[in-house]
């Protein structure tokens, strides 16, 4: 039998969402779809993929979702699916609002902190569930523990035709874009935390941009002390060195050269990490809208 539990994301009360992120929220009535960045959305029957599969940017306006695991867990068939308040199978990728306003983020936690199983949404599934990476059939492990909580940002995409004029005309890694959560606090895999953005490294993979948006999350006892780079500095000394030089060399211990960082190799400010949000979550909505080639890449 599946394994269900269910994640409420701390202190939410209010029904503010978003398809696009714009600069304030906004609030919906009830069952009705969102209209966001720019004016753009779909009604639900009027959009049908190629698949024939209906998509809709609703975001969830309840921030209560229930994580649902599926398989044994450090298998190739251990899937952990989100599910809406009636049931139904709901993407974490597009389906969670980006923005909860303020400058307040949710963040879908994928490794937990210290640990070291490299798990990652599954964008080419339906639902795209949180599973174990693989590579020659094999899943995957970092080769020591991450230190810090890691997952994505809902609806955003790294858009792999855009070059990126300030990081080396680096194309983006065709992902939702990753955030390092510096907290206290060891979250469970599909945990939805309210977040605020500290600050942005320009990760160098192979040759395509791969951002790490630094962030804490709200409910963490240091959070009310850090609002940008340089507290995370004071309060929390050495950590974004620490940050990039994990990332910087987790695949030299199997065989391959160390990840580079573009802008100067240094930690850019909250307001730098703001903005690719921002341009990330357009690039996002190009691709749901069906702008741009969505390729193998699940908008359901």
């Not at 994640?7 to 609030?27: E, G, N």
Request: a negative charge; aromatic letters at 10%; proline letters at 6%.
């Amino acid at each position: 039998m599946a394994a269900t539990r269910v994640l409420t994301a701390a202190t939410a009360v209010t029904q503010t969402t978003s398809c696009f992120l714009a600069k304030r929220a906004f609030l919906l009535p009830a069952k009705k779809s969102c209209g966001g960045f720019g004016g753009l959305c779909f009604n639900r029957r009027a959009l049908v993929l190629k698949s024939k599969r209906p998509f809709s940017c609703s975001a969830i306006y309840n921030p209560q979702v229930k994580v649902q695991e599926e398989g044994p867990p450090e298998s190739l068939d251990y899937r952990v699916f989100f599910l809406d308040g009636s049931g139904k199978k709901v993407s974490p990728w597009h389906d969670i609002p980006l923005t909860l306003g303020d400058g307040v983020f949710n963040f879908i936690v994928e490794i937990p902190k210290e640990s070291k199983a490299k798990m990652e949404v599954a964008t080419d599934e339906d639902f795209t569930p949180i599973k174990q990476d693989t590579k020659k059939g094999k899943l995957r492990y970092y080769p020591y523990n991450i230190n810090w909580n890691y997952g994505l940002l809902p609806q955003t995409w790294e858009d792999p035709s855009h070059a990126n004029s300030e990081v080396e005309g680096c194309f983006g890694d065709n992902d939702p874009v990753d955030v390092v959560e510096i907290g206290e606090t060891q979250r469970k895999i599909g945990d939805v935390l309210k977040i605020k953005p500290l600050a942005a490294l320009a990760m160098i993979d192979e040759g395509e941009l791969d951002w790490k948006i630094v962030a804490i999350s709200l409910d963490d006892p240091k959070a009310h002390l850090v609002n940008d780079v340089e507290d995370v500095e004071k309060h929390f000394p050495g950590t974004l060195t620490a940050i990039r030089d994990w990332f910087r060399d987790y695949k030299i211990p199997d065989g391959k050269p160390a990840n580079r960082f573009g802008l100067g190799d240094k930690p850019a400010n909250k307001e730098y990490a703001l903005k690719i949000i921002h341009e990330t979550n357009e690039s996002w909505a190009k691709l749901v809208k069906r702008s741009v080639d969505a390729g193998d890449l699940s908008l359901y």
